[in-house]
């Protein structure tokens, strides 16, 4: 059997050239594309193909042309797309499965963080841990205040997007970005059952030696060894479940120390 050759148009030849620029980061963000008729020079084509090979790209997100000034190349981000695809995991099963790709993420993350991080970038992190345990200690004082839990679980999100950003992966970005909602759910009932075994116990928050505080100080300190095994027992958690046993024995352990 034999098969036609399909032939490429002129516009999908120039938008496929453009694009790979695009993508091999040739061309970067906010980068201004040359004008239509510098381009049908540089292509050998006509202005139209030119002009229906840009609104190609125009389509695809790769490029947004502002009227008046000209077309420019688009941060890439899979984040809406994801976010779209975040409902498939809404169930009980799926939504374990995304806590067990969290931690492996953010294991990489950690590691990655702590070599390619700048300082301004640490300085953030910093930042956020004390937002986290701000919202946190005040949350411990009522833990059946719903709109302090929220914000504490939004700070406690902010802190881990922050180590994945840190890692200077975009793709670990997106994906984090992703499955916030879905994060945010189980941060909240850990949140709940964390605080609700501290007041049962009456130890005292913020604990020393909690996990956020590990983190900060492994990438603060560049402490292989430490980060190693934070990740392993990142790692090691295969549920909700075993999640708040892994807290619940950092508590008791502070508690008996005081």
């Known amino acids: 059997m034999t098969r036609k050759i ?45 002009r229906l090979a840009l609104e190609k790209l125009s ?7 502002r009227v008046g000034v000209g077309s420019f190349v ?9 976010m779209e695809l975040s409902e498939i995991y809404e169930t009980e099963d799926g939504f374990l499965d995304v806590m067990q790709f969290r931690y492996l993420l953010e294991s990489d993350s950690i ?3 702590e070599k ?10 910093k930042t956020c ?32 997007y922050q180590i994945v950003k840190m890692s200077h992966n975009r793709l670990y970005a997106d994906l984090y970005y ?25 130890a005292t928050v913020p604990y020393e030696n909690e996990t956020h505080i590990r983190i900060y100080h492994a990438i603060m300190d560049g402490d292989e060894t430490v980060i190693e095994n934070l990740c392993e027992k990142m790692v090691g958690i295969h549920s909700v479940d075993e999640l708040a046993e892994f807290e619940d024995k950092q508590i008791q352990k502070n508690h008996t120390l005081d």
């Open 59 to 65: 389509t695809l997100g790769l490029i947004e042309t």
């Open 129 to 160: 841990l004390a937002e986290y345990h701000k919202n946190w200690c005040i949350y411990s004082e009522n833990v059946d205040d719903k709109e302090q839990l929220k914000k504490t679980a939004e700070s406690d999100y902010n802190f881990h």
């Open 6 to 50: 399909k032939k490429r148009s002129a516009v999908d030849l120039v938008a496929d050239e453009i694009k790979q620029e695009i993508l091999s980061g040739a061309l970067e963000e906010e980068t201004r594309l040359p004008s239509e008729a510098e381009y049908a020079e540089m292509f050998g084509v006509n202005r139209l193909s030119i």
């Open 178 to 202: 992703m499955i916030r909602d879905l994060m945010l759910k189980h941060i909240s009932r850990q949140l709940w059952v964390t605080s609700h075994r501290l007041k049962e116990i009456g």
């Open 111 to 113: 590691r990655r963080a």
């Open 74 to 82: 688009k941060k890439i981000s899979l984040a809406p797309m994801f």
């Open 116 to 125: 390619f991080s700048t300082t301004e970038e640490k300085d953030e992190l």
